[in-house]
């Protein structure tokens, strides 16, 4: 049993270009997340959904968008990269919204 | 305004040695508490969860504690070992009366233990 994995583990990708970051996890957990963690500040959420169909904004959403087409699967997209989404991505899943979250190892990502 | 702190920001402690580190939170309405410790490159992994009712909770060498009347928890490590090294990061969650991502993250301490 995996968990929860990311892809790719660290990218460095050019300004204006289009990324997509990938998770999944084999639990069957309802809730998944995605979180940004950027130097002096906490991890703050960018999206989530409580199950698969449903999406949510976080307090970070500006910039970036997801689907949960799946249970397993909630990928985050950037439509055009910039400089300030340089961060550690973290995507993470729970059996529900109130429950204990698991992380992904999550994905390193450099907007040049 | 919701927030968590978190202090000390850093510590750095003998390995065998305790420390105790601290979260204050103005979260309103509350629900519960989590404690994470965070390997270098690694994600988040949950020590503790404690609802408004549970005043201390235990994993191993990790005990937190929470007064939820002045709004303070704990996390106490005892006899430190190297591998505790991380950063420890308090969490609040809102009361979950709907559908939307309702997680409070402090800043996280970082812990060094040094032999």
């Known amino acids: 049993i995996a968990g929860i994995t990311q892809a790719p583990t660290s990218q460095i990708l050019a300004a204006g270009r289009r990324m997509t970051l990938r998770c999944t996890q084999d639990?069957?957990?309802?809730?998944m997340y995605w979180y940004r963690q950027d130097l002096g500040l906490g991890l703050r959420l960018i999206h989530y959904?409580?199950?698969?169909?449903?999406?949510g904004k976080g307090e970070v959403p500006d910039g970036y968008s997801v689907s949960r087409a799946n249970t397993d699967d909630f990928p985050l997209t950037l439509a055009s990269a910039v400089p300030s989404q340089t961060s550690v991505y973290f995507c993470?899943?729970?059996?529900?919204?109130?429950?204990?979250?698991?992380f992904g190892p999550g994905t390193r990502l450099t907007v040049l | 305004k919701n927030q968590v702190e978190q202090s000390p920001q850093s510590l750095i402690i003998l390995e065998g040695k305790n420390c105790t580190l601290q979260?204050?939170?103005?979260?309103?309405?509350?629900?519960?508490l989590r404690w994470y410790k965070q390997d270098t490159g690694r994600g988040p992994v949950s020590l503790t969860i404690?609802?408004?009712?549970?005043n201390t909770k235990s994993n191993g060498r990790y005990t937190a504690t929470l007064d939820a009347d002045t709004k303070q928890s704990s996390l106490h490590i005892t006899a430190s070992q190297l591998s505790d090294s991380a950063s420890y990061i308090c969490v609040v969650s809102l009361y979950y009366g709907g559908s939307q991502g309702n997680l409070i993250f402090g800043k996280g301490t970082k812990l060094s233990v040094k032999p």
């Open positions: 404690m609802t408004f009712s549970e």
């Open positions: 639990m069957r957990h309802n809730a």
């Open positions: 959904s409580n199950t698969a169909g449903t999406t």
């Open positions: 979260c204050n939170y103005t979260v309103s309405p509350f629900s519960n």
């Open positions: 993470a899943s729970s059996p529900d919204m109130a429950d204990t979250q698991y």
